[in-house]
């Protein structure tokens, strides 16, 4: 029967074209990977050159969709080209942190002893800190900037991953499959990459589409305070703080950032929740 | 029961342990001397000298090695930086700001009250918008009003905090003029604190103009930092709802012929409400330490403004105590969610 020879990774397709909110994250993160693939194609830009000071602090007209900020900049291709700066930083920071957090969750997990006491100890301590302090302890130390706003902001994520890896090695170490591949003379490490971790990726893949999500808001979090993206960057968080200062006469300056920010992290928690769905259809099925 | 709590809290000194540790490791990493950030460039090298051999800059970092080699005696392995700086935090000396030399450990305590009534502002946001939105949507699922609840929760998760603080400064304050933009007091309101929470002091004292300006100044803030919660509850509320409803027992109360109301605010609940509580105590640790860009945006004198403010200035000793400070108040806040589940739920068996 052919609805029994579907293959899971069919199932799961099918379960994710099913889930509505899974389409539209798609369809935001496609929009906003499009764009950001697209920007420096279809309107090349230079921050550092693009001046007009008799164009500046204009509300948005036909000219300028989004207005122009307090040097007479186009907002409509800074937010454009803003996106590139804010999809690398999410997936960069969430790359680092999904390897970084597995790997430690892994070998903590299925070697157990002391390796495994002081990996958790290390989590725990991490997650002694909310999200937002450390990140900011850490570019406190290493110096703003856009590159270490990334990595602040993926090791911030760390916790989570190894935290997922740990428990999922935990669940599948004692399987038979497991026992089979030892008896067949396979090496610890093979046994963890090539048979545990194939069997666990659904939830880490969640987890890492949602982070992606959440460092965007942390790394425009940092931007905003003046520790990640340095002006004169089309960053979504530093364009917000500079719009703050003419608040009061030019609010679109700080409006359009955000609800970019908003539009593409929704994006990413929309596609973590289909990707749950799919993946993952014991939970989050309510 | 008590047995778990003693080890639960127990579980926390090799924690916190370790973030004092690991404060500690980032505060040296920072490059440059504190002798010399606190004395200026113009310091003479026998001030400097004077001033590293007081704040144990000349000993090693973890231990004593070298002392320990020379005398043999164990203790002088301890004559160190980190050791030394343990002993003092366990006294509860935090040190003294480098510029404005205010005790750390007493500005933490008079600016605490700040930061925790901002929290209850927020936590009461979070519960009168998110416990009735997430009732209503799982009480109509599928409905418009469901689709409205989990679309809202879903930008109110996604909205960066620090925009959505200044869209309703922008509303709210600057258009329309109905609530202040900033700080905790309108200027020129003379007040003096008792417990330092505005809203209980005032009616302490009889002052009705204090409390209205208060709750003025709260309201803003509040709704900025409440909103992810209130979104989260909502959301969880909805989904423990929908269990709950499903369940037996709940068939059992409408077989019976009790009216939907009873079925649902009496029996279905209670029970939905167990994983929701859990979820707002777990963000009252989060919000009480984790308003740095509220409290930036709003101007409001609490804790994660002062430790912005630090930061930016390079004032390690407050950075280092409000840090040190904020994980502890996390981790023991997070304990003591975790001990509640056997109070409210009994089922629950603690091992």
Redesign the interface.
Known sequence: MATLARTPTQQALRRFLRSSSGKAGLFIVGVFVLLALLAPLLAPYDPAKDRNLRMRLKPPSIEHPMGTDELGRDMLIRVWHGSRISLRVGVVAVGLALVAGTLLGLVAGFFGGWVDILISWLIDIMLAFPSILLAIAIVAVIGPGIENAMLAVGVVQIPVFARLARSMVLSLKEQEFVAAARALGATNGRILLRHILPNGLSPLIVQATLSIATAILDAAGLGFLGLGAQPPAPEWGVMIARGFQYFATAPWISLFPGLAIMLAVLGFNLLGDGLRDALDPRTGRL | MAAYALRRFLGLV???F??SL??FT?VR??PGDPARVMLGQRATPEALERLRRELNLDKPLFINLEAYRETGRIEKLFEAQYPAYLARILRGDLGRSIFTKVDVAAELKARFPATFELTLGAMTVALLVGIPAGILAAIRKNSLADLLVMTGA??G???????LG??L??VFA?NLHWLPPSGRLGIGTEFQPVTGLLLLDSLLKGRPDVFADALRHLILPSLALGSIPAAVIARMM??SM??VLSQDYVRTARAKGLPERVVVYKHALKNAMLPVITIIGLWFG?LL??A??TE?IFNWPGIGKW??DA??A?DYPI?QGG?LF??AV??IVNALVDLSYGLLDPRIQYR
Do not use: D, H, K, N
């Open positions: 090799p924690v916190l370790g973030v690991l404060v980032f990493m920072i879903l930008v998760v996604s909205m960066p905090i620090f925009w200044l869209l400064i922008y600057v909805r989904s929908l269990e989060t330490t984790g740095i860009l930036t430790l912005y930061i930016q390079r950075v840090t904020i994980a996390y981790v």
